[in-house]
Protein backbone atom coordinates (compact mmCIF):
# COMPACT_ATOMS: atom_id res chain seq x y z
CA UNK A 1 0.00 0.00 0.00
CA UNK A 2 2.94 2.41 0.64
CA UNK A 3 4.28 2.26 -2.69
CA UNK A 4 0.92 2.69 -4.14
CA UNK A 5 0.21 5.82 -2.81
CA UNK A 6 3.80 7.04 -3.71
CA UNK A 7 3.41 6.18 -7.34
CA UNK A 8 -0.27 8.19 -6.99
CA UNK A 9 1.61 11.05 -5.27
CA UNK A 10 3.86 11.12 -8.09
CA UNK A 11 1.95 11.09 -10.56
CA UNK A 12 -0.77 13.74 -9.27
CA UNK A 13 2.01 16.01 -8.71
CA UNK A 14 3.33 15.38 -12.76
CA UNK A 15 -0.63 16.16 -13.91
CA UNK A 16 -0.29 19.12 -12.11
CA UNK A 17 2.86 20.13 -13.94
CA UNK A 18 1.12 19.03 -17.32
CA UNK A 19 -1.63 21.14 -17.13
CA UNK A 20 0.96 24.27 -16.99
CA UNK A 21 2.24 23.14 -20.40
CA UNK A 22 2.41 24.42 -23.23
CA UNK A 23 1.31 21.32 -24.93
CA UNK A 24 -2.37 21.31 -22.77
CA UNK A 25 -3.52 23.79 -24.91
CA UNK A 26 -2.48 22.02 -27.63
CA UNK A 27 -4.56 18.70 -26.42
CA UNK A 28 -7.67 20.90 -25.65
CA UNK A 29 -7.43 22.64 -28.84
CA UNK A 30 -6.87 18.99 -30.88
CA UNK A 31 -9.89 17.88 -28.71
CA UNK A 32 -12.13 20.82 -29.69
CA UNK A 33 -11.00 20.33 -33.38
CA UNK A 34 -11.82 16.94 -33.72
CA UNK A 35 -13.97 15.56 -31.19
CA UNK A 36 -15.27 17.67 -29.51
CA UNK A 37 -18.87 16.96 -27.15
CA UNK A 38 -17.16 13.50 -26.74
CA UNK A 39 -18.12 12.54 -22.67
CA UNK A 40 -14.56 10.75 -22.60
CA UNK A 41 -12.39 13.96 -23.12
CA UNK A 42 -14.91 16.26 -21.60
CA UNK A 43 -13.08 16.17 -17.94
CA UNK A 44 -10.05 18.06 -19.04
CA UNK A 45 -8.26 17.19 -15.65
CA UNK A 46 -9.02 13.42 -16.59
CA UNK A 47 -8.17 13.85 -19.84
CA UNK A 48 -4.52 15.13 -19.15
CA UNK A 49 -4.52 12.67 -16.01
CA UNK A 50 -4.86 9.65 -18.43
CA UNK A 51 -2.36 10.67 -21.08
CA UNK A 52 0.38 11.87 -18.73
CA UNK A 53 -0.25 8.75 -16.29
CA UNK A 54 0.10 5.95 -19.91
CA UNK A 55 3.05 8.69 -21.12
CA UNK A 56 4.88 7.89 -17.43
CA UNK A 57 3.75 3.71 -17.67
CA UNK A 58 4.75 3.18 -21.18
CA UNK A 59 7.37 6.25 -22.32
CA UNK A 60 9.40 6.53 -19.11
CA UNK A 61 9.10 2.92 -17.47
CA UNK A 62 9.54 1.36 -20.79
CA UNK A 63 12.37 3.35 -21.61
CA UNK A 64 14.39 2.95 -18.68
CA UNK A 65 14.19 -0.67 -19.08
CA UNK A 66 14.94 -0.49 -22.66
CA UNK A 67 18.11 1.85 -21.47
CA UNK A 68 19.21 -0.66 -18.61
CA UNK A 69 18.68 -3.59 -20.75
CA UNK A 70 21.29 -1.49 -22.92
CA UNK A 71 24.21 -1.00 -20.43
CA UNK A 72 23.71 -4.38 -18.77
CA UNK A 73 24.01 -6.44 -22.22
CA UNK A 74 27.25 -4.32 -23.17
CA UNK A 75 28.48 -4.84 -19.15
CA UNK A 76 27.69 -8.94 -19.15
CA UNK A 77 25.73 -8.82 -16.24
CA UNK A 78 29.06 -8.74 -14.65
CA UNK A 79 29.44 -6.78 -11.17
CA UNK A 80 32.69 -6.17 -11.78
CA UNK A 81 31.69 -4.30 -14.47
CA UNK A 82 33.93 -5.46 -17.86
CA UNK A 83 32.79 -4.81 -20.80
CA UNK A 84 31.57 -7.55 -23.64
CA UNK A 85 33.28 -6.59 -26.82
CA UNK A 86 30.86 -8.68 -28.35
CA UNK A 87 27.96 -6.77 -27.68
CA UNK A 88 30.07 -3.57 -27.41
CA UNK A 89 31.06 -3.47 -31.01
CA UNK A 90 26.89 -4.63 -31.85
CA UNK A 91 25.81 -1.62 -30.04
CA UNK A 92 28.70 0.69 -31.40
CA UNK A 93 27.68 -0.40 -35.10
CA UNK A 94 24.29 0.88 -35.21
CA UNK A 95 22.90 1.82 -31.66
CA UNK A 96 19.28 1.86 -32.63
CA UNK A 97 19.24 -1.78 -34.74
CA UNK A 98 20.99 -2.87 -31.66
CA UNK A 99 18.16 -1.89 -29.28
CA UNK A 100 15.81 -3.22 -31.49
CA UNK A 101 17.18 -6.55 -31.85
CA UNK A 102 17.53 -5.87 -27.71
CA UNK A 103 14.00 -5.49 -27.60
CA UNK A 104 12.95 -8.65 -29.67
CA UNK A 105 14.88 -10.78 -27.62
CA UNK A 106 14.14 -8.96 -24.07
CA UNK A 107 11.33 -6.94 -24.52
CA UNK A 108 10.62 -4.38 -22.14
CA UNK A 109 6.76 -4.55 -22.82
CA UNK A 110 6.01 -7.96 -23.03
CA UNK A 111 2.57 -8.19 -23.49
CA UNK A 112 -0.54 -6.06 -24.60
CA UNK A 113 -4.44 -6.74 -24.30
CA UNK A 114 -6.91 -6.73 -26.74
CA UNK A 115 -10.47 -7.54 -27.05
CA UNK A 116 -12.01 -10.43 -29.44
CA UNK A 117 -13.64 -8.73 -32.49
CA UNK A 118 -15.98 -11.40 -32.58
CA UNK A 119 -17.12 -15.03 -31.25
CA UNK A 120 -14.35 -17.33 -31.24
CA UNK A 121 -13.67 -21.15 -30.36
CA UNK A 122 -10.64 -21.63 -28.29
CA UNK A 123 -8.73 -24.39 -26.74
CA UNK A 124 -7.55 -23.68 -23.22
CA UNK A 125 -5.75 -26.04 -21.61
CA UNK A 126 -7.14 -29.48 -23.56
CA UNK A 127 -10.88 -27.85 -23.03
CA UNK A 128 -12.73 -26.47 -26.42
CA UNK A 129 -14.26 -22.91 -25.12
CA UNK A 130 -16.35 -20.61 -26.82
CA UNK A 131 -14.98 -16.96 -25.89
CA UNK A 132 -17.90 -14.11 -26.85
CA UNK A 133 -16.82 -11.08 -28.56
CA UNK A 134 -15.64 -8.43 -26.04
CA UNK A 135 -13.83 -11.03 -23.98
CA UNK A 136 -10.12 -9.38 -23.09
CA UNK A 137 -6.95 -11.28 -24.29
CA UNK A 138 -3.45 -11.35 -23.75
CA UNK A 139 -1.30 -10.74 -26.72
CA UNK A 140 2.00 -11.92 -25.55
CA UNK A 141 5.07 -10.38 -27.63
CA UNK A 142 7.72 -11.73 -25.50
CA UNK A 143 6.48 -15.31 -26.97
CA UNK A 144 5.91 -14.06 -30.52
CA UNK A 145 8.92 -12.07 -31.11
CA UNK A 146 11.09 -15.81 -30.01
CA UNK A 147 8.16 -18.54 -31.57
CA UNK A 148 11.00 -20.95 -33.74
CA UNK A 149 8.13 -21.68 -36.08
CA UNK A 150 8.68 -18.24 -37.30
CA UNK A 151 12.04 -16.46 -36.69
CA UNK A 152 15.50 -17.95 -37.96
CA UNK A 153 17.76 -18.76 -35.20
CA UNK A 154 15.31 -17.36 -32.48
CA UNK A 155 17.41 -17.38 -29.14
CA UNK A 156 20.51 -16.08 -31.17
CA UNK A 157 20.89 -11.84 -30.53
CA UNK A 158 21.50 -10.66 -34.39
CA UNK A 159 21.01 -6.38 -34.61
CA UNK A 160 21.64 -7.18 -38.34
CA UNK A 161 19.08 -10.00 -39.17
CA UNK A 162 16.99 -10.45 -42.39
CA UNK A 163 13.87 -10.47 -39.89
CA UNK A 164 14.39 -7.42 -37.69
CA UNK A 165 11.38 -5.59 -39.28
CA UNK A 166 9.35 -7.93 -38.20
CA UNK A 167 10.00 -7.59 -34.28
CA UNK A 168 6.62 -6.40 -32.15
CA UNK A 169 7.87 -4.52 -29.39
CA UNK A 170 6.16 -1.61 -30.09
CA UNK A 171 2.57 -2.59 -30.29
CA UNK A 172 3.07 -3.97 -34.08
CA UNK A 173 5.66 -4.56 -36.53
CA UNK A 174 8.29 -2.15 -36.04
CA UNK A 175 8.69 -1.42 -39.62
CA UNK A 176 5.15 -0.32 -39.82
CA UNK A 177 5.66 1.80 -36.27
CA UNK A 178 8.49 3.43 -37.74
CA UNK A 179 5.91 4.37 -41.10
CA UNK A 180 3.04 5.29 -38.53
CA UNK A 181 0.98 3.01 -39.93
CA UNK A 182 -2.62 2.98 -38.69
CA UNK A 183 -3.77 0.37 -40.76
CA UNK A 184 -0.56 -1.98 -40.11
CA UNK A 185 -0.34 -1.04 -36.53
CA UNK A 186 -3.40 0.54 -35.69
CA UNK A 187 -2.15 0.66 -32.08
CA UNK A 188 1.52 1.68 -32.54
CA UNK A 189 3.75 2.92 -29.92
CA UNK A 190 3.92 6.81 -30.79
CA UNK A 191 6.99 7.17 -28.89
CA UNK A 192 8.53 4.51 -30.79
CA UNK A 193 11.71 6.95 -32.04
CA UNK A 194 12.11 9.39 -29.11
CA UNK A 195 12.17 6.11 -27.09
CA UNK A 196 15.29 4.94 -29.37
CA UNK A 197 16.70 8.10 -29.64
CA UNK A 198 16.94 8.76 -25.80
CA UNK A 199 17.80 5.09 -24.75
CA UNK A 200 20.68 4.90 -27.67
CA UNK A 201 22.04 8.55 -26.53
CA UNK A 202 21.89 7.72 -22.87
CA UNK A 203 23.41 4.08 -22.90
CA UNK A 204 26.10 5.32 -25.11
CA UNK A 205 26.77 8.33 -22.82
CA UNK A 206 27.10 5.24 -19.70
CA UNK A 207 29.18 3.25 -21.99
CA UNK A 208 31.92 6.72 -22.59
CA UNK A 209 31.27 6.16 -26.26
CA UNK A 210 28.78 9.12 -26.66
CA UNK A 211 31.26 11.33 -28.36
CA UNK A 212 32.77 8.89 -30.85
CA UNK A 213 29.27 7.89 -32.25
CA UNK A 214 28.10 10.97 -32.27
CA UNK A 215 31.13 11.99 -34.39
CA UNK A 216 30.98 8.73 -36.85
CA UNK A 217 27.02 10.22 -37.28
CA UNK A 218 25.18 7.24 -35.80
CA UNK A 219 23.78 9.34 -32.57
CA UNK A 220 21.73 12.47 -32.87
CA UNK A 221 22.09 13.03 -36.47
CA UNK A 222 20.35 15.62 -38.28
CA UNK A 223 21.36 17.72 -35.70
CA UNK A 224 19.03 15.65 -32.79
CA UNK A 225 15.77 15.58 -34.98
CA UNK A 226 13.67 12.87 -33.82
CA UNK A 227 13.04 10.74 -37.37
CA UNK A 228 13.82 6.84 -37.81
CA UNK A 229 14.56 5.80 -40.77
CA UNK A 230 15.54 1.74 -39.66
CA UNK A 231 13.66 0.28 -42.27
CA UNK A 232 11.88 3.02 -44.41
CA UNK A 233 14.65 5.19 -45.63
CA UNK A 234 12.72 7.91 -47.52
CA UNK A 235 10.48 8.30 -44.94
CA UNK A 236 9.84 11.87 -43.52
CA UNK A 237 7.83 12.86 -40.78
CA UNK A 238 4.86 15.01 -40.62
CA UNK A 239 4.95 18.05 -39.33
CA UNK A 240 3.47 18.39 -35.94
CA UNK A 241 -0.34 19.46 -35.82
CA UNK A 242 -0.69 23.05 -34.25
CA UNK A 243 -4.18 24.91 -33.67
CA UNK A 244 -5.64 26.93 -36.36
CA UNK A 245 -4.89 30.43 -35.89
Not at 120 to 143: D, F, S, Y
Request: charged share 25%; proline share 7%.
Amino acid sequence: MGIAAKIKAAGDEVVKWAKSTPFRDILVAARDAYDPGNPWFSNETKMISDLTLATLFAGLVGTTDMTLKCVKYQLGHSRLGKTTPSQTSLFEQDPEKYLIELMRYDSAVTSVTEALGENRPMILEGRRMNLKEGTPMQLVLATANRDPSYWSNPDGFDPIRAQLAETLSWNGRVASVEARSFSEAPRHCPGHCLSLKVSTSICAGMMGSFEKLVAEGKLLKNDGKVQCNNFNPDLVEPPLWEPPR
